[in-house]
C-alpha cells in the first residue's frame, strides 16, 4: 500500500547521545503540544526550579509545561516558534541547575511499578507527556480509554522511518531497558496484556538488542518491518504489525489499539519511576555538510543555533535548517527558535539539495496516486484546493491526508501537490468545525 | 398512393391537436408566475456577474431587487448610482446614494522598507503562506506578495508591481466588488469612500505588533504612536489593536496627520505637491508615491 524509498542518510546511526550543556538562557513556548495552550503561572522576576511547572494544561486535551533549567523568569513575551508562528513564551536566565527535589537524579533503573493504572494517568498529565514522535498529542488523552471503546493492543513505534533522523535508534540501543519498563507502564495504564514494537529492518542492531532485552519482559515483542516511507505512520504501523484497517476518519482506538512512540516510553518511565517531568528529549543534528553531527539529549527552550553550534557552527552552503525530518519537517526561518518536546532532529540540507523542482504541468502518470499511503488520489485533491472546491474535496477524503509529503517527492512534474492539499485540509477542517457550531446553534 | 399521404396528414395533424390541447392545460395548470419586472431590471444590470452586490449572479440580485422593500442594503458596485437609478425607475422606488468606494491596500512593505528575513520556495498563493508561516518578512500581518487579489479581479483592476512586490489598485477600473477582499488570506485591503479627484489619506499599515517589534519588521510600520490622533481635528483617527485608523468618512483631508506621522505610515495620493513654504516651517517633507 503505497510508500516511497527515500535515501535513509542516517549519518548518526552509530554516534551515542551526547548532553548538551545547559544554555546560558532559555525560552520556553506555552504551547508544545497539540491542542489548548498551557497558562503561565510564573511572573517576571520569579526564580524557578529546574523541573519545576511553570505553565498549566487548561483543558483536557492540553498539557503542562515544566522549566528546562534553575533561574530566573527574564520576560514573559511572544516568540516565533519551530511552527512559523507567534506564541507566548517563557524567557528564563540560566543560573546554576539546581533540581526540584523530588525528582530521582540517580542512575539505578526501578523496574518494580508501584503505581496504579490511574495514578500513571495522572503523573503523566502532570508530567506534561506528550508523544514525542513529533505529533505531540497529550498522552494522558490516548491512555483515558472512553467508555464504551476497549483496548487490547499496545502498540510502540520504534520505525523512525523518516531520513536522517536517529534519536529513537540511540535510544532504544542506549535505554532499552528503561523503554521496555516504560512499555510495562503503558500496558498497565491501559490494561493490557500485550504490546508489539515495530522497528524498521534497516536498524538491525536495535532490533536484536530490543528483542533480547524484550525477553525479560511478558506481553512484549519486538517485529522487524520493511523499510518503507512512511512506516511509521499510524494507520500503516496497525496494519503492518497486527494487520487491521483504521477506519477513514477513525481512530486507533476504534480497531482496539493504541499507539505510542518509544520516546514517548522513556519520558513515562522517567515520570513515573524518577517523578522526572518532560523537559529534555532527544534530538539528531544531521547534515551531509556538518563537521560534527550527532544525537543530543537537550533541554527544551535551547536556542537550535546553539545546538548547531554544538555539532560544528552552520556550513557555508546550508540551504535550509529544517526542523524535523527532511520529509515532514518545516524549514525554520531563524535558527534562534528555541527546542520544543516535538523537536526530533534539525536536518541541514546543503543549498543544492534544498531547492525545489521546476513546476510543470501535470501528465497524468498517476505516480502520486500510486505513492498515497492512504488511497487518495493527491493530483486531484491538489486541483480541488487550487480552485476553492472544497466541498467536492472534503467529499474525496482531503481530511484523511496525514501530510507525509510522498506525493510531493514522488511527482516527475515538481508539482507542489502537498501545498495545496494542506490548504485544503485546513479549509476544510474550518468550514466541518463551522458547520458543527452552526447545528449546535439551530 | 395519395390515401397514404392523406391518411398520414390528417392522423399526423390529428395527433398534433390532442397534444397541443393537453400541453395547453398542463401548461396552465402548472403555470409558475414571474414578476416581468425582473426581466426588465436585470437588463439595466452590467451583466458582469461578479457577486460584487453580494448575490450569486446579476439574476440573482434583480429578483432581489424587486422582492425588496427599499433599496437600503441593495447596491450594484459595478453599475453605480446609475444603474441603480434605472432599476428604482423602473421598480417605482428610491436609490439611496451609495458612496463610491474603491479598493485601497493597507500595507506599503516595500522590500526597500520591509526585507525578506527568509525565502518561500513553495507555490505561488498567499494563502498557503499564511497557514505555513508568519511570511518571508518579519511583519507577520502585511502583504505577502503572491497576488491572489489580482488573481481575484474580474476587472483588471489590479497588478502586482514587481518593483515593490505589491498590488497596485487602479483606481479607474476598481468598482468596488470586493472580491479582492475577500480573497486576501490577511485581510489587508479595504473599500473606502472614494473622494474627489481620487484623493486618498490613509495608514498604509496592518501591523498589530507593539510599536519596536512593528518598527523592526518594516520602517513605514504605525507604532501606535498616538501622534496622528491628538493632531486630527475631526475625530476621523481612531487608534485600536496597536494600529490608527482613519475614517475616509470623517476626513476633511487637511493633510496635518501625514505630516505628523513618524514612520510615514500615513500615505496621501493624488495631491498637488505641497508649498515650498510649509517646509521652511520645519514640518517634514512626505513625498507623494507615485500609483
Redesign the interface.
Known amino acids: 500500500m503505497g510508500g516511497v524509498h527515500p535515501p535513509e542518510n542516517k549519518l548518526t546511526a552509530g554516534i551515542p547521545i551526547q548532553v548538551l550543556p545547559v544554555p546560558t538562557a532559555v525560552v520556553i513556548p506555552v504551547s508544545q503540544h497539540i491542542g489548548v495552550p498551557a497558562t503561565v503561572i510564573v511572573n517576571k522576576g520569579d526564580k524557578v526550579k529546574t523541573g519545576q511547572k511553570i505553565a498549566e494544561s487548561k483543558g483536557f486535551v492540553s498539557s503542562n509545561i515544566h522549566s528546562s533549567v534553575s533561574g530566573k523568569v527574564n520576560r514573559i513575551d511572544s516568540v516565533i516558534d519551530t511552527s512559523g508562528y507567534k506564541q507566548t513564551a517563557i524567557f528564563i536566565d540560566v543560573d546554576g541547575d539546581e533540581w526540584v527535589e523530588t525528582i530521582d537524579r540517580s542512575d539505578e533503573i526501578i523496574v518494580d511499578i508501584r503505581l496504579t493504572s490511574e495514578e500513571i494517568v495522572k503523573r503523566c498529565l502532570e508530567s506534561g507527556i506528550v508523544g514525542l514522535g513529533g505529533a505531540t498529542f497529550p498522552s494522558h488523552v490516548k491512555l483515558t480509554v472512553p467508555s464504551g471503546k476497549k483496548c487490547d493492543i499496545l502498540i510502540i513505534n520504534g520505525v523512525e522511518c523518516e531520513p536522517y533522523l536517529t534519536s529513537d535508534h540511540r535510544l532504544m540501543m542506549e535505554r532499552g531497558e528503561e523503554i521496555l519498563i516504560g512499555i510495562s507502564i503503558l500496558m498497565k495504564a491501559l490494561n493490557v496484556n500485550m504490546a508489539r514494537i515495530g522497528i524498521e529492518n534497516n536498524k538491525l542492531d536495535a532490533i536484536e538488542h530490543m528483542t533480547k532485552l524484550a525477553g525479560g519482559f511478558q506481553g512484549i515483542t519486538v517485529h522487524a518491518l520493511k523499510v518503507k516511507y512512511p512506516q511509521g505512520a499510524e494507520k500503516q504501523l496497525i496494519k503492518a504489525l497486527i494487520n487491521r484497517e483504521v477506519p477513514s476518519g477513525r481512530l486507533p482506538l476504534d480497531v482496539n489499539c493504541v499507539v505510542h512512540n518509544v520516546g514517548t516510553s522513556f519520558a513515562v518511565y522517567e515520570a513515573v519511576q524518577k517523578n522526572k517531568p518532560l523537559f529534555e528529549r532527544v534530538v539528531t543534528i544531521t547534515g551531509k555538510s556538518l563537521t560534527n553531527p550527532g544525537n543530543y539529549l537537550v533541554r527544551t527552550g535551547t536556542p537550535i543555533s546553539k545546538l548547531i553550534e554544538a555539532a560544528g557552527g552552520l556550513p557555508e552552503d546550508t540551504g535550509k535548517i529544517i526542523c524535523g525530518g527532511p520529509m515532514m519537517g518545516k524549514a525554520i526561518s531563524n535558527p534562534d527558535v528555541p527546542v520544543v518536546k516535538g523537536t526530533s532532529g534539525i536536518v541541514l540540507l546543503p543549498r543544492d539539495e534544498s531547492v525545489r523542482a521546476e513546476v510543470n504541468p501535470c501528465i497524468r502518470c498517476a505516480k502520486c496516486v500510486s505513492v498515497c499511503a492512504l488511497n487518495l488520489e493527491p493530483y486531484l485533491l491538489m486541483t480541488l484546493s487550487e480552485r476553492g472546491m472544497f466541498e467536492k474535496a472534503e467529499h474525496e477524503r482531503i481530511t484523511d491526508c496525514m501530510e507525509c509529503g510522498s506525493c510531493s517527492y514522488t511527482c516527475p512534474a515538481g508539482r507542489p501537490l502537498l501545498d495545496y492539499i494542506r490548504l485544503g485540509k485546513s479549509t476544510v477542517i474550518k468550514i466541518a468545525r463551522e458547520r458543527v457550531v452552526k447545528q449546535k446553534v439551530s | 398512393m395519395s390515401s397514404i399521404v392523406l391518411i398520414t396528414i390528417i392522423s399526423l395533424s390529428l395527433l398534433a391537436l390532442f397534444s397541443a390541447i393537453i400541453l395547453y392545460f398542463v401548461a396552465r395548470k402548472f403555470k409558475v408566475f414571474e414578476d416581468p419586472r425582473i426581466d426588465e431590471v436585470q437588463n439595466v444590470l452590467p451583466a458582469a456577474n461578479c457577486g460584487g452586490c453580494g448575490f450569486a449572479g446579476c439574476r440573482n440580485f434583480a429578483e432581489a431587487l424587486v422582492r425588496a422593500e427599499n433599496f437600503e442594503d441593495l447596491n450594484c458596485p459595478v453599475g453605480g448610482a446609475g444603474v441603480m437609478g434605472q432599476a428604482a425607475k423602473i421598480l417605482g422606488k428610491v436609490a439611496p446614494v451609495a458612496d463610491p468606494l474603491v479598493a485601497v491596500l493597507l500595507c506599503n512593505g516595500t522590500p526597500e522598507f520591509r526585507p525578506n528575513?527568509?525565502n518561500y520556495?513553495?507555490?505561488p498563493?498567499c494563502?498557503?503562506i499564511n497557514?505555513?508561516?508568519?511570511g518571508e518578512t518579519d511583519c507577520?500581518f502585511g502583504c505577502l506578495g503572491k497576488g491572489d487579489c489580482v488573481r481575484a479581479c474580474k476587472f483588471s483592476a489590479m497588478y502586482m508591481d514587481l518593483n515593490t512586490g505589491l498590488p497596485v489598485i487602479s483606481d479607474d477600473k476598481c468598482i468596488a466588488c470586493g472580491a479582492c477582499v475577500k480573497a486576501c488570506p490577511r485581510n489587508i485591503i479595504e473599500l473606502r469612500k472614494k473622494a474627489k479627484k481620487d484623493r486618498k489619506i490613509y495608514v498604509a499599515c496592518s501591523n498589530c505588533d507593539k510599536g519596536g517589534p512593528a518598527r523592526r519588521a518594516c520602517k513605514v510600520a504605525c507604532i501606535a504612536c498616538s501622534k496622528c490622533f491628538k493632531v486630527c481635528e475631526f475625530d476621523a483617527i481612531t487608534i485600536e489593536n496597536n494600529l490608527a485608523y482613519i475614517d475616509a468618512t470623517k476626513c476633511t483631508f487637511c493633510r496635518k496627520c501625514v505630516a505628523e506621522c513618524p514612520t510615514n505610515s500615513i500615505i496621501e495620493l493624488n495631491f498637488p505637491p505641497r508649498k515650498p513654504k510649509v517646509e521652511a516651517q520645519g514640518v517634514t517633507t512626505v513625498t507623494t508615491p507615485d500609483v
Open positions: 528575513t527568509s520556495d513553495g507555490a498563493d494563502r498557503i497557514t505555513l508561516y508568519g507577520s
